[in-house]
Structure formats: C-alpha cells, structure tokens
C-alpha cells in the first residue's frame, strides 16, 4: 500500500469519525439557528438587507467554523494518544508522514463539509428572501475555507507540543486574532527602531496572513488585489510548514 | 505445539530503555528494561510472566516500534521494529484496546485491514472471517461505544488477525473475558499456531499461560529472570506457578 493510498484511508476514516460525532452536528444547527437569526438584522437593515444576510451570515459561518476546526485540530492526535488508538495504527505498516497527512486532510474535509451545509442553510434563506446569489459569494466561501485550512495545520502542529487541548486552542486562536492584523503590525514594525526591530520584523512573518483571504470585503470595497498564483502559493507554503514542523516533532515520538 | 525447524523471528539483544518523567527541578528516569536478550523463533507460543512494572509492556511496545531502545537492539523478521516492511507481519493486541467510538466493528475492523494493505473483496472477507472467528458476528453492525468491556477485547484480538500476520502479541489476552470468550480465544492461538504462526503474550494468568505456552519468560524489574521451557514446569512441583513464585521472591 502506497503512502497516498494510507494517507487517503485516514483521511476517509478521520472525515466520517468526525461528522459523525454529535459536535458536528451541534455545531452546524448552532450556526443554522445563527444564521437564520440573521434574518432579523437583515429586515431592521431595510435596503441594505441581502448585504447584512449575506455579511453576516458568511461571519458567522466562519466563526462557528472555526471554532470547530480548532477543537477538531486539537484533539485529533491527542485523542487518539490518550485513547491508545494509536497504537492500533502504529503497529501496523503506516508511515509517520502519511498518518500526519491523513488527519489534517480528514480536517481539511471535515470543515470543507461543515462549510458547504452552512452554505447552502445561508443560500436557502437568501433565495427565501427573493434575491440572488452574491456574485463573490463563493468565492467568499472558498477563501474562508482557505484560511480554515491554514490556522487547522498550525492547530494540528501546535497540538503535538502543547499540553492539554485548551492550549492549542487558545495559542491557535491567538494567532488566527493576530492574522488578521498583519499589515497593521507590519506598518508599525516598520516604524520600530532599536535592536527588537529585527525581532519583530521577523515574529510578523511567523503569523499567517489572513487579510489576504478576506473574500467578504469584495463585495464592498475588498481587499487589494493579490494574484492567484500568490495566494495559491501562500495557502501551500501555510500548510506545508506547519506539516514539515509536526513531521520533525512526531518523527521520534513514542506511545 | 512446538516444531522442528527454528527461525529466529524476534531478537533482543542487550535492550534497556527508561521512561522520564518530568520531576520538579530535574527529569527522573526510571528505568523499565535493564539490558534484555531474549529471542522467538517461528512457530513458538511463548509466554511473558511478571509482575505489574516488571517490564512486560514496554517489551512488546518496543517489539511493535512504539518505543525506541535506549540501548542494545532489537530487530523483528530481521529488520528494526519501526520498518513498516516489518509491521506487515505483525498483529497486536494492547492492554485494554480502545476502538473509535462512532465506527462500527466491521467498519474498524475494515479500516485496520486497510491499514495492512487488504484491500477491497479480500479486505471483507477477511474482516467477515474474523468477525465470525472471535464471536462478534451478531454485533458486527454496533458501534464501538456500545460495546461491553469482554465485546472490546474480541474487537481486539480481531483487529489483530485481521491480516493473518506471522507475529502475533497478545498483552493480556484474556483480561475482562468470560470463561467461554476465554475458551475461544485459547482455540484462536491454538489455531495461528497450528499455522506456524509465532505467538507472544504476556498474562496475570499463570494458568492460561500454562496451558498455550511452549516456553515462558519471567520479568522481575526489568530483568529476565527466568526463561521457563514447558517440560520444567510440566516436571516441577507447584508448576508455573512454583517456578513465578519462587523467581520473583529470589530473582
């Protein structure tokens, strides 16, 4: 059995442990019930009301998406430590890189189908109001889905030297607040003299960028315009290092 | 139970490894296996007595590659324990196995399969065999989380064979099995062995080692005590149980 073959019955196994956990599904009627309450700040908006069902909604479909891929990321190893399971994959003929690979692709699918469920609940109750698909409304969708995949590969390598769960998601969370103020901090580090200067200047690049995948300012003034192959590029540099990182970590570890 | 031809299917040589834990001002480390050699040979049911911390799950851990020898080594099937050319011939059973909870046994037992390479109508076969084999067919559909603590144990050992691998250990086979599950297990490593498959299992049952076992290695801290072949039990007062007794108050 190849490493892509492993790798892919992981991810496969990973995905339908994952929604069929209760979590998920919570999760997804949480926000379901989330978004239809946009509804309401919809109609008190007046004119503006497609825009705030649409703004919001996408918000809030981050948001609870987010929170589940860092919880998912968290204990996607650990657990499977704790629980010993590991051990009933580990003395077998499995790979270290493929099981690594296996598991964040089986999150990468499990938010990817969180986000599509949300989506098209939002979708449901745009074309119940009467209107029509935002024109960048998937491409909105795509881009979150894109930073999803970002911070759940730092969460996954976070998980493998932090201490409980909690910290991985609080350390991952913090870095998902801090991307999302990259280019401020990058303004004022500019403007910082003395010998933390450098530092700084480098710890700003050790913090994923997401303005970048900011899709839901395109319907409005949006963000500056970034070439695909760039962004393509950034997304896979994002993903691999942090998998690079969890290999050397997880290289040696023992059960 | 034992046959002629000998083929050294595991090799301990000179093996010591220690945990460390973390302590307040420096890591302790406390040592689990204290420069163990020990050998299996092909078609043998050897046996691993020893008292809680003698060092029975480290050994089968560090035979599996999820622990690494601080000294000495180790080699299984010729190869280092961590080689996956080595794993495909291992099948392992740990203490207390766990399975994922929203999976059920079919669908965990197929996703190991797959592990091991089985793939599509060979994988189902072999997973409907050994579903049968360890007495789970009629909860093949259950998921893991309603299973009772003896149904795990039979979940485990299946994943275990599931591939029909030549080495199988087994740590505590029996633990949280009712007498008949126990009977069937017995049968099981009967069966494997009739097979030329090599079994090594560690048990608190000195009785249910006394009845599968070829030889049996008594761990006092860490130490290879004692290697017992059946014969000296066979032909000792107080059995086995004599010989445990005895080797852990005088190691």
Known sequence: MTNLAIAWSIARHSLVENYKNRFFGLFVIFAGVLIYASLLAGVMAVDEEARVITDLGLALMELVTLAYALMAAASAITREVETKTIY???????PRPAYLAGKAAGLYATTALMLGVMALIQLSLIYFRGFATPPFYFKAVLFIWCSLLIITSVALFVSLFSTSIVSTVTISGILWTLGHFTSEARFLIARASGASAPLL??????IPNFQLFNARDLGSAGPAAVSPGFLAGYLLLWISVPYLFSLVLFRKREF | MMTAARERVVSFSGVSKAYRRPGLLKTVEVPALRGLSLDLERGEIAGLLGLNGAGKTTIMKLMTGLLFPDAGSISVFGLPP???NAKKHIGFLPELPYFYPYSTASESLLYYAGLSGLKGPEARARVDAVIGKVGLRPHAGKKAAEFSKGMMQRLGVAQAVVHDPDLLILDEPVSGLDP???HEIRDLISDLNASNKTVFLSSHSISELEKVSDRVFIMVQGRL??????ADWESAQGGL???????VKNP
């Open chain 1, 201 to 206: 200047k480098a710890v700003a690049y050790c």
């Open chain 2, 225 to 230: 005590a004692k290697t017992v072949a059946r």
């Open chain 1, 88 to 94: 009933l994959v580990f003395s077998r003929p499995v």
């Open chain 2, 82 to 84: 961590s080689d996956v």
């Open chain 2, 180 to 182: 008949l599950a126990i």
């Open chain 2, 241 to 247: 149980e004599g010989i445990f007794v005895q080797t």
